[in-house]
């Protein structure tokens, strides 16, 4: 029997290059399908892609690599694990060299935040063109209520956010959680301008917030509603809302309107509940606070995810007219896709995407060292040494029943540990 002849791409049926991108969500995988002809190319350029969902960006175990020595003229790779190819791993080569750089956030667009010494050199960075912005090294202290800065100290970004896509033309303003070398009496948060950032470090403004309190934690932090939300290991909300930022030669001045919104219901306590994390996320227009629980973490040296309660503001009206806010446990997730992570969290539904069998569920990443001043902050060639935890990510969801069962999907168990830095989200 005669060998059937071969066919070239081009003898294709004219729609079936365009019925098969439009089944292909991945951007990775559309671009190496565009490279395959000038047919397959067409069809691509002609197919919008789908919306994206976030993306794992996994570090490796160490920056040290036998193949690569970080330089100025050198190109990383990074893994990244694409959730809509049923978590695939792309390694993909990116313009700037990380090197040992800390991630530890990123934003809508491509951008990811970094610390390159760990404690300092903060840059935004877009993946997809390279361009990059300063972020703040040194912050002005500034009492709670008041504003009378002081000298500059050095900070640490935990997490931070920000009011808009950095553009050179629209007003941006950034907002972290940072931690300071002298302790307690030191900021919490700090607001900086992005106005510029491309040719200079911006100066952030601090606000001790926990200055009457230095047992306050802050957890996690999000811009909503025209300002920024910062989340309290309590479970209260401080609210921000940033009216200028002026910086010239003389002086750095902030105004800025403040609401402290007090919950009678935070997060689950008891001598059996241990919370490892809170977030917020905006989903349907409300703001979500979701609990993230451990598991047996008396049998763990590094306790992983137990489970997640997620609620949402409820307001009730006293006899006296005063709003009480409380956190109300939402029953089920009702289609809601919940990536969670400090200052990136994102909520997305279900039904935008059918076809890949995803579902409703909390999409979470090992940040258990995240806000771990005490490693961050280590000598980098010292006796002691960093061990970022990496193994706990993965997928979460309730199923139907009483009680009710939970039911995880552990991602990458085997990552244990990297040098340098966290996973974080990347958005694309």
């Known amino acids: 029997m005669a060998e059937p002849e071969a066919r070239q791409w081009k003898d294709l049926p004219a729609d079936l290059p365009a019925e098969i991108a439009c089944h292909i969500p991945c951007l990775v995988d559309r671009f190496y399908m565009s490279w395959a002809c000038h047919d397959w190319w067409i069809s691509i350029k002609n197919s919008p892609p789908q919306r994206q969902l976030p993306w794992l960006l996994l570090p490796e175990p160490t920056t040290v690599s036998e193949h690569l020595l970080p330089g100025p003229d050198n190109m990383r790779r990074i893994s990244f694990c694409c959730v809509l190819c049923n978590r695939e791993i792309h ?25 390159h010494g760990q404690t300092d050199r903060h840059t935004l960075l877009n993946l997809h063109t390279g361009r990059r912005l300063f972020l703040p090294d040194y912050l002005l202290c500034t009492a709670p209520g008041g504003l ?86 309590l479970g209260h909300v401080f609210v921000y809302e940033i009216f200028k930022f002026e910086e010239d030669d003389v002086a750095t001045r902030l105004e800025v309107r403040v609401r402290r919104d007090y919950f009678l219901q935070g997060p689950p306590q008891g001598f059996n509940v241990k919370v490892m994390a809170l977030y917020l996320v905006e989903s349907r227009g409300e703001l979500l606070m979701v609990v993230r629980l451990e598991q047996d973490y008396m049998r763990w040296t590094y306790p992983r995810t137990g489970a997640f309660h997620v609620y949402r503001v409820t307001r009730h009206l006293t006899g006296a007219g005063l709003v009480q806010l409380t956190w109300t446990e939402l029953p089920s997730l009702d289609g809601r896709m919940l990536f969670v992570a400090r200052g990136c969290s994102r909520a997305y539904e279900a039904a935008d995407f059918p076809s890949f069998g995803l579902g409703e569920g909390i999409y979470f990443l090992d940040d258990r060292c995240s806000d771990n001043v005490d490693m961050v902050s280590l000598a980098p060639y010292g006796v002691t040494h960093r061990q970022y935890t990496c193994s706990d990510n993965g997928r979460y969801r309730w199923v139907e029943g009483e009680p009710r069962p939970q039911v995880f999907q552990r991602w990458f168990p085997y990552m244990k540990y990297s040098d340098y830095s966290p996973p974080i989200w990347f958005i694309p």
């Open 91 to 115: 390694n993909l080569r990116i313009k700037h060299d990380t090197g040992d750089a800390r991630f530890f956030g990123s934003y809508d667009g491509g951008w990811i935040l970094l610390a």
């Open 148 to 233: 009378h800065p002081h000298a500059e100290v050095s900070t640490i970004i935990l997490a931070a956010t920000f009011s808009s896509t950095p553009t050179r033309t629209a007003q941006c303003f950034g907002a972290g959680i940072v931690e300071t070398p002298d302790g307690c009496h030191r900021p919490r948060l700090a607001f900086w301008c992005m106005e510029g950032a491309d040719g200079r470090r911006p100066v952030a403004m601090g606000l001790m917030e926990n200055f009457c309190d230095p047992w306050l934690r802050f957890e996690d932090v999000i811009h909503h509603q025209g300002a920024f939300h910062f989340l309290t290991n």
